[in-house]
């Protein structure tokens, strides 16, 4: 069942009239006749003049106002402008079909009744025994079906005992039942439900979800158009063992490129008290109770006047295990940080000025409950940078960069550090057990955290200060000919530090860099065809050397580079802050901006690439295809200092980038040379316009070497191999996607679980194409199974179409 438009039906009806004049002699002969401005044709007419009624049998059809009629009889008072119909009656109106075995209408009115009818209006069909039509778009049904599923016989609808329905607005049913195939699966004493496409207010699909310690679990929202620009979704979800749970989220427009989000849940756990990661740092006395637990998340984009824009990023929650019972909401599983971040920034066309607060709330702890007074953020980070421009009317450019960082805590400003019988460093705990473990003041309930107040330089280790980091950069390109680049560049740096214990509270570091690039290109352009507009693509090499060195460095010693003399050791590119930095004799510093790197370097790049030209319509678009670089560096500095522990040659590096329509890789290639082995991060994947597809990914990481540390001896033991594989498929019944990484080291025996995690996602569509089930169950690595089933209506008759491949990054293992 459709609905045409009236200008159709008119049209129809015209011919109709014009073959019945033309062939009449031919065919058997129709009554018509216009009475009143309306048209009335049938197989037979009578008419009463005095009472001012017609009678009508056969074909009968009747055209008035923006209505087409159609049944077998049809008895019109002229008088009271009524009409009755018996027998196949069908209402067509450019809104709406209406037909039921009999009906009678005030068509002056446009209200009625139908007898076992039906009304469709767009996808949205309700039907019952009787329709009582008191308006143009207004309905009254009893013992009413609702659906917007029109494939015959409908696959899923509502059933009620009254039905209130508003065309262009909502169908208000009570008692309602969801029906699958004509079989009741779920009561709701009252249902408010969408008749148009428009966004709206109402009751979404239920939700059902489930893991091992929350157990099964129902799930109801409700959304709420707020206004045209805010909107909103209030629920509540009911834990078998957890507990009832209130969330929301409230979403805003403030203009065409400003937006924001704000979502947030909070339930008292009956299952988490009992939780033995709770249970292990809880104190007899507090055990037992249940434990509030909540999560607030908001994000915030505003595009302001002067370039000017404002963003926020609030992501907290009442105890360090939420985002890992539930992933789906904090979305930042296995992160060592939850990130919090306010900032407005000031952009033109040269210059760039940000003022930034970061607040880190420290996940990596394994008291649940643990306070955050460890963690050391950044209030406020103020950025003011520059990029080049011309110096006066020469060829030489200049630009800048300003950045101060005020880091700060909560707790103590510095680290308490013992060394134990290995000379290593590790945070000062106390308690009735051993505590000399490095680990063992987090992960030993026994070993709490010592603090005494007092700093000693000689093992301590400074987190909180100030740094004023100032760096200007002159250069000069060149072109030698049509094929040589050079860029020589000079610059000064000089970064200043206050700190907030010790006898020794600041220090300056100071150098300047000079460096010089110089690349060349060669290229060859070839045609796939005769014709102006084929396919061209264009093949270009392009080797580059970049050397670095450092001729200048002043930078007094001070405890916080260190314990060693030498405040600037030898760092290389691969050298960030790690655990032996908190075990060695650097230290650990702020971040990267705290040390130096590339005294004196220099790096060979040879990249491939592959652009296609192509035309779409009149205009050319280009695409870069496929790309390949390889780069590798030399440290001379390093090479000067003839460290046995180290090697001048860099690790080389290659990346792989081919984007084709029906193949994609991004690989990346790291060749060790300390170890003789190779680093991998590689994934393919193959798919069609059939909607399959299949990919691997690949993913293999050595340990590498650390200056002063002991040598890896087996280093195929210690290395983390996995290949995760994925794979997906569309049908007319079911889509279906899903991952796996399984551990391929095969040299650590000390790991079982071969398969650390796993997702899937099915989607079951029944005939119709207007409803569908979604099922997703996953298993992040070292955590606990979760599986969801949503169920997705077509209140708008649009067919949604199958969920992409890339909702499988959305479960992140």
């Known amino acids: 069942m459709q609905t045409t438009g009236f200008a159709k039906r008119t049209f129809i009806i015209g011919i109709f009239f014009l073959s019945g004049v033309l062939f009449s002699g031919v065919a058997r002969a129709q009554a018509s006749a216009k009475i009143q401005g309306i048209l009335l044709n049938a197989d037979t007419m009578s008419r009463d003049s005095e009472n001012e009624v017609v009678d009508l049998e056969g074909n009968v059809q009747i055209v008035l106002q923006n209505q087409h009629l159609k049944a077998d009889k049809a008895h019109v008072n002229l008088r009271t402008r009524q009409a009755e119909l018996t027998g196949h009656v069908e209402i067509v109106s450019p809104k709406t079909t209406v037909g039921g075995t009999a009906a009678t209408l005030d068509y002056e009115n446009n209200t009625g009744v139908i007898y076992d009818g039906y009304v469709q209006s767009g996808p949205v069909v309700f039907s019952g025994a009787l329709l009582q039509k008191v308006s143009e778009d207004e309905y009254y049904v009893s013992n009413a079906d609702y659906t917007t599923c029109t494939n015959c016989p409908a696959t899923w609808g509502f059933s009620g005992s009254n039905i209130r329905a508003e065309l262009g607005g909502y169908a208000y049913i009570k008692s309602s039942f969801l029906k699958i195939y004509s079989v009741p699966v779920f009561w709701l004493p009252y249902l408010i439900v969408p008749l148009k496409s428009d966004r709206q207010s109402g009751l979404l699909p239920p939700r059902l979800l489930g893991d091992p310690d929350g157990g099964i679990a129902f799930s109801e929202s409700y959304f709420w158009a707020l206004s045209h620009s805010t909107d909103a979704t209030l629920g509540l979800t009911s834990y078998d063992r957890r507990g009832l749970k209130a969330f929301g989220e409230y979403r805003y427009m403030l203009n065409e490129n400003s937006y924001g989000n704000l979502t947030g849940a909070a339930l008292v756990d009956r299952a988490f008290s009992d939780d033995r990661r709770v249970l292990d740092y809880e104190s007899p006395g507090n055990q037992g109770h249940d434990i509030t637990r909540w999560y607030a998340k908001y994000d915030h984009y505003y595009d302001m006047p002067g370039g000017y824009i404002q963003r926020a990023q609030i992501n907290v929650a009442s105890d360090l295990q939420y985002p890992k019972d539930f992933p789906e909401e904090t979305f930042n599983y296995g992160d060592p940080a939850m990130d919090n971040r306010v900032s407005l920034t000031k952009n033109s066309f040269a210059n760039h000025l940000s003022v930034d607060t970061s607040y880190y709330i420290n996940m990596m702890q394994s008291d649940p409950l643990a306070s955050n007074e460890n963690a050391v953020h950044r209030l406020p980070e103020i950025r003011l940078s520059q990029t080049q421009q011309k110096i006066a009317n020469s060829q030489f450019l200049y630009s800048y960069n300003l950045n101060y960082v005020n880091f700060a805590r909560a707790g103590q400003g510095y680290d308490n550090m013992t060394k134990n019988a290995s000379g290593e460093r590790f945070i000062t705990s106390n308690g009735s057990t051993d505590c000399s473990a490095p680990g063992d003041y987090d992960a030993n309930p026994k070993c709490p955290i010592v603090r005494d107040g007092v700093f000693d330089p000689n093992t301590d280790l400074l987190r909180t200060g100030q740094r ?222 059939f909607g399959q597809f299949f990919q691997v990914q690949w993913t293999r990481t050595y340990p590498s070497l650390q200056p002063g540390q002991p040598v890896v001896t087996d280093i195929e033991k210690s290395r983390v191999e996995n290949y995760t594989f994925g794979a997906g498929f569309q049908s007319g019944y079911l889509n279906f996607m899903g991952k796996f990484t399984y551990d391929a080291n095969w040299a650590n025996t000390e790991s079982k679980d071969k398969i650390t995690s796993w997702a899937y996602v099915a989607q079951i569509k029944p005939p119709g194409d207007c409803w569908a089930i979604n099922i997703t169950q996953y298993l992040p690595t070292a955590a606990k199974t979760k599986i969801f089933v949503d169920f997705v209506f077509n209140f708008d008759g649009t067919t949604k179409p199958a969920l992409p491949p890339e909702i499988l990054d959305s479960y992140g293992f």
Do not use: C
Not at 574 to 580: E, K, P, Q, R
């Open 468 to 689: 004023l980091d100032l760096s200007g950069t002159i250069s000069r390109p060149i072109l030698i000919g049509d094929y040589l680049d050079l860029l020589p560049s000079i610059s000064y740096r000089e970064t200043d530090y206050e700190f907030n214990a010790g006898d020794d509270r600041s220090n300056a570091r100071r150098y300047v860099r000079a460096s010089l690039g110089a690349k060349t290109s060669m290229n060859r352009v070839f045609v796939s065809g005769d014709d102006p507009k084929a396919d061209k693509y264009k093949h270009e090499i392009i080797p580059e050397v970049i050397g670095t060195t450092i001729p200048w460095l002043y930078h007094p010693s001070h405890p916080f580079f260190g314990t060693s003399d030498d405040p600037d050791p030898t760092f290389y590119y691969n050298d960030f802050l790690s655990n032996s930095d908190v075990f060695g004799n650097h230290g650990v510093q702020f971040d990267y901006n705290d040390r130096i790197y590339d005294r004196g370097l220099i790096t060979f790049v040879l990249n491939n690439k592959i652009v296609q030209k192509k035309w779409v319509g009149d205009n050319p678009e280009y695409l870069q295809i496929a790309s390949f670089k390889i780069f590798q560096s030399y440290d001379s500095y390093q090479a000067s200092l003839r460290d046995s522990t180290r090697k001048p040659w860099s690790d080389l590096t290659a990346i792989l980038d081919l984007r084709f329509p029906q193949f994609q890789t991004y690989s990346i290639f790291t060749y060790l040379q300390d170890l003789q082995v190779m680093n991998v991060n590689s994934r393919v994947r193959l798919s069609n316009e």
